[in-house]
């Protein structure tokens, strides 16, 4: 599996909703504060899009698409200068006037994703290094989402059994989608994990640390993996992932820790092992600095919900 599937592969959406809405012409609506990670596509029409604390507006076109990490505030309008209304207090007609519109080409601007809420260690990593807006407007890349896009917009609507949850499979899909190209347009001096995985010597010792998170691997061995000395490898890691290599390593490890004391049936000192640590103790240390608990409060957790 690779690096991003494996990161991927950890993400719980505690919540999500994922839909169409569509926006009247000549309207405005505003969304409040969000705590999760939304992904939208533009599937007809267009429209402008305010985040709160950006100069200016984004205006967004028929096949783009553009990803929030949690923050601030936004708006979305087809006409600049229209008083914005509550999201909140419009959803249901937004909602259904998507499900009822044809192609929507004449009649507003349809937009169809989805919002997941991702919370812990995992979703850190992956959304802090984000700016505000991802906007994915090259034409190539909005070529290689058109298939997920369409395929949702169908099942939108024409609803059928099952289409629920088709249509979060794919609003995920679609995230996943301008994560990756995200990462591929990204400048050369971009810090983020995504950008790493694009660096073909980080990768090669991420690769490593994500392979074998039990080895004991000190800086010398994984910059001897990316074929640079340990002051430049240190130096090049930190910039780019935005943590130190050894810090970066305790913090996967702990993070492959934190599921399989969530879904496995392992005992402590067994993880403790598959995690590279010499004794229990050591790694309930680690553990506890990363997570902020102790491994047995996880552990604990998942027998009260198995027991109710």
């Given at each position: 599996m690779d690096l991003l599937s494996q990161l991927l592969s950890l993400l719980s959406p505690e919540r999500y909703a994922s839909g169409g809405v569509m926006?009247?012409?000549?309207?405005?609506?505003q969304w409040p504060y969000h705590a999760g990670v939304k992904c939208y596509a533009?599937?007809?029409g267009a429209c402008w899009l305010s985040v709160e604390g950006l100069?200016?507006?984004?205006?967004?076109?028929?096949?783009?698409?553009?990803?929030?990490?949690?923050?601030?505030?936004?708006?979305?309008?087809?006409?600049?200068?229209?008083?914005?209304?509550?999201?909140?207090?419009?959803?249901?007609?937004?909602?259904?006037?998507?499900?009822?519109?044809?192609?929507?080409?004449?009649?507003?601007?349809?937009?169809?994703?989805?919002?997941f809420l991702l919370t812990g260690q995992a979703a850190e990593l992956l959304l802090k290094p984000l700016p505000t807006v991802v906007h994915i407007r090259n034409p190539a890349d909005k070529a290689a989402m058109q298939?997920?896009?369409?395929?949702?917009?169908?099942?939108?609507?024409?609803?059928?059994?099952?289409s629920g949850l088709i249509v979060q499979q794919l609003a995920f899909m679609l995230l996943i989608h301008a994560l990756r190209l995200y990462a591929d347009e990204g400048q050369k001096e971009s810090v983020g994990w995504l950008f790493a995985l694009r660096d073909k010597k980080?990768?090669?010792a991420l690769v490593c640390m994500?392979?074998?998170?039990?080895?004991?691997?000190?800086?010398?061995s994984l910059a001897a993996?990316?074929?640079?000395?340990?002051?430049?490898f240190a130096k090049h890691f930190k910039h780019t992932v935005g943590s130190a290599p050894i810090?970066?390593?305790?913090?996967?490890?702990?993070?492959?820790?934190?599921?399989?004391?969530?879904?496995?049936?392992?005992?402590?000192?067994?993880?403790?092992?598959?995690?590279?640590?010499?004794?229990?103790?050591?790694?309930?240390?680690?553990f506890k600095r990363v997570i902020g608990c102790p491994p047995g409060k996880v552990a604990y957790s998942k027998k009260n919900e198995l027991s109710t």
């Amino acid at each position: 599996m690779d690096l991003l599937s494996q990161l991927l592969s950890l993400l719980s959406p505690e919540r999500y909703a994922s839909g169409g809405v569509m926006l009247a012409p000549e309207s405005a609506v505003q969304w409040p504060y969000h705590a999760g990670v939304k992904c939208y596509a533009v599937v007809s029409g267009a429209c402008w899009l305010s985040v709160e604390g950006l100069e200016h507006p984004i205006q967004l076109q028929k096949g783009d698409c553009f990803l929030l990490p949690p923050g601030p505030s936004f708006r979305l309008a087809t006409e600049l200068s229209a008083k914005p209304v509550d999201f909140r207090t419009v959803r249901s007609e937004m909602v259904a006037a998507a499900r009822a519109s044809g192609t929507g080409e004449s009649s507003g601007c349809f937009i169809a994703g989805g919002h997941f809420l991702l919370t812990g260690q995992a979703a850190e990593l992956l959304l802090k290094p984000l700016p505000t807006v991802v906007h994915i407007r090259n034409p190539a890349d909005k070529a290689a989402m058109q298939w997920s896009i369409e395929r949702m917009v169908k099942e939108i609507r024409e609803p059928q059994p099952g289409s629920g949850l088709i249509v979060q499979q794919l609003a995920f899909m679609l995230l996943i989608h301008a994560l990756r190209l995200y990462a591929d347009e990204g400048q050369k001096e971009s810090v983020g994990w995504l950008f790493a995985l694009r660096d073909k010597k980080l990768s090669a010792a991420l690769v490593c640390m994500h392979q074998n998170p039990e080895y004991k691997w000190t800086l010398a061995s994984l910059a001897a993996k990316a074929g640079m000395s340990r002051a430049a490898f240190a130096k090049h890691f930190k910039h780019t992932v935005g943590s130190a290599p050894i810090e970066y390593l305790t913090q996967w490890r702990m993070l492959l820790a934190c599921e399989r004391l969530s879904h496995g049936d392992e005992t402590i000192a067994q993880i403790a092992a598959a995690s590279g640590y010499d004794s229990d103790s050591a790694f309930a240390k680690a553990f506890k600095r990363v997570i902020g608990c102790p491994p047995g409060k996880v552990a604990y957790s998942k027998k009260n919900e198995l027991s109710t």
